[in-house]
């Protein structure tokens, strides 16, 4: 792109043409330069003809090259929205995905059935009168965030996770969003079950990809994403198995289980959870708005 003088519409056209043309959304252009004038998107519609600043024009060109070489986008703006907020994400954490919105609006329509609406009376932790919630693997720390932001009764968060540099970004975010998580280095769910401590909900977004689907995907994941958070063994389903033994030494009844799951392991999921549960009636797997498998959930009574 040789041109040092541009105007709104024709950096976002040039952009979007430059992307597509190396198979990345043309949306990544609006998102850049969005980044790069400190405009929300309306205003970035309204000023269509305003002529960019020759150093902000090189900055946002640069950086589409560099997303359409297969860097995310959202690690050169350093930040992705997820539930209406904004986390800080980086090369230590995925990128989070609309989809485990969908896990949370779940959970939150399943926690009454587990309190019966009453946090005095039925969730009672170790003498505690708030609901206690785990994270496995938080991340990002997106989960555990949204939940302690978005749960309507009293609510005491933990979230774990093997990689301290993950931990890192997720302290962050809870400090920045207001979020008190408590946040504990360790494998699944052992660093719990050494401290003796329950929880009444169990919710987790483990690693589901399988090994053998790695020369499948796009550079811009498996490149630049932790492959500790993406893949799993074979068939994706490694951490299921270690996880699901875990849960019974944590989980206290009424007790919530919600997994987030790849499409087509649904079945496979649930029947982990009723080998170590074979009385619970209430195993359920529920598919996202684009009619995939996502997620599975557990009442244990």
């Not at 519409?9 to 998102?31: D, P």
């Not at 969005?34 to 024009?57: K, S, V």
């Not at 997994?259 to 392991?265: F, K, P, W």
């Not at 496979?268 to 009636?281: G, S, T």
Request: a negative charge.
């Amino acid at each position: 792109m040789k041109n040092n003088e541009m105007k709104v519409f024709e950096a976002l056209r040039w952009a979007s043409s430059f992307l597509q043309k190396h198979n990345y959304e043309s949306r990544i252009g609006e998102l850049l330069l969005i980044y790069h004038t400190g405009w929300n998107r309306a205003r970035l519609l309204a000023e269509r003809m305003a002529i960019l600043d020759q150093d902000m024009l090189h900055a946002f060109v640069e950086n589409v090259e560099r997303a359409a070489s297969g860097v995310p986008v959202q690690h050169i703006i350093g930040s992705e929205e997820f539930y209406g907020r904004q986390f800080r994400v980086n090369g230590d954490v995925l990128i989070p995905r609309p989809e485990t919105e969908e896990l949370i609006v779940a959970v939150l329509h399943k926690i009454p059935e587990v309190c019966r609406g009453n946090a005095e009376e039925t969730c009672k932790p170790d003498g505690n009168s708030s609901l206690r919630i785990v994270d496995v693997g938080t991340g990002s720390g997106i989960i555990a965030v949204t939940m302690k932001l978005e749960v309507a009764i009293p609510s005491e968060i933990v979230a774990v996770d093997i990689s301290p540099s993950a931990l890192r970004v997720a302290k962050e975010n809870a400090l920045e969003l207001g979020a008190d998580v408590e946040f504990i280095e360790g494998d699944l769910l052992s660093p719990l079950i050494d401290r003796g401590e329950k929880v009444n909900v169990v919710l987790s977004n483990p690693p589901y990809i399988p090994e053998g689907d790695r020369s499948f995907m796009k550079e811009n994941v498996v490149d630049h994403e932790p492959s500790l958070a993406l893949f799993a063994g074979d068939d994706g389903l490694d951490v299921y198995r270690n996880l699901v033994k875990q849960i019974p030494e944590v989980l206290l009844k009424p007790g919530l289980i919600g997994l987030e799951i790849g499409h087509g392991q649904g079945e496979a999921v649930a029947k982990l959870i009723r080998e170590v549960y074979p009385q619970c009636e209430q195993v359920e797997v529920k598919n996202d708005i684009n009619g995939k498998e996502r997620m599975v959930l557990a009442i244990v009574k």
